[in-house]
């Protein structure tokens, strides 16, 4: 019966988390990156997350000749997943 029950934890668990969306995952904590980028880039926000570059720029992508601005590599390869969907 416990075998049953815990097989049953881990099936739930593993199914609820592949249903995320990158709008209900947990937000992450933009205070505990360390070092700013100072690059020039075409967004003043973070196409995924909102916050802005100029405050929290950490990574970078380049996408049709410009180089769009992240607040982490979270966001920037959420980006990466689907371009058109966030470049403006």
Partial sequence: MKSILTIAFVAISILSSCQQTPETKK????????????????NEEDPICGMKTAQFLKDTAVYKGKTYGFCN???????K????????
């Fill in 27 to 42: 937000v992450h904590d933009h205070k505990k990156t360390t070092q700013k980028l100072d690059v020039k880039v075409v």
């Fill in 73 to 79: 590599k979270l966001c920037k390869e959420e980006f």
């Fill in 81 to 88: 997943k689907n371009p058109k969907k966030y470049a403006k």
